[in-house]
């Protein structure tokens, strides 16, 4: 696989993308999955590999995006799709329901505050989001957080909304 230099990406690192498989459980079959910030690919690429319905990659970046594509077309990743476009213009364009999100936004940037708040209306029944951040998150707003941890500078949480 091919990994663009680019500047500000900054993969889950893999203890954290175990942990937080380990989450989730090892099989994701049939579930819906969207990766909000994709980067590397990573999260989005592991989630494929774990038999996931479908996953929808989202990255803004247009040569982090050329490199996704290549990857996904040299895995023939049919249960992939890629939108190359800001997070916040794809929620507010897709109406997809989705049972894991992964949302990793570059830190220091404000992203979980602008789209905690838009994103229960994207998950699915029993649905979670698992966000990054360099801060600890807390339940509030309809968020609770059912899991978190922390690994060296990156403090990562599983999320539910309570509707």
Request: with cysteine; aromatic share 10%; hydrophobic share 40%.
């Amino acid at each position: 696989m091919r990994f663009p230099d680019a500047e500000g990406l900054r993969p889950t690192p893999e203890r954290v993308r175990q942990t937080l498989f380990n989450w989730l459980g090892q099989e994701l079959h049939g579930r819906h999955c969207l990766d909000l910030f994709a980067g590397s690919g990573a999260l989005g690429f592991e989630a494929a590999s774990r038999h996931a319905a479908s996953v929808v990659l989202v990255e803004e970046n247009r040569s982090v995006s050329r490199a996704l594509s290549d990857n996904m077309a040299m895995l023939n990743a049919r249960q992939m799709q890629l939108y190359s476009m800001n997070a916040l213009q794809f929620l507010t364009q897709n109406t997809q329901r989705y049972d894991i999100v992964f949302l990793d936004p570059p830190f220091g940037q404000g992203w979980l505050p602008k789209l905690l708040p838009l994103l229960p209306e994207h998950l699915a029944e029993d649905g979670v989001v698992y966000a990054e951040g360099e801060v600890a998150l807390r339940d509030g707003d309809g968020w609770r957080v059912i899991k978190s941890g922390k690994a060296s500078a990156v403090r990562y949480h599983l999320l539910k909304y309570a509707s």
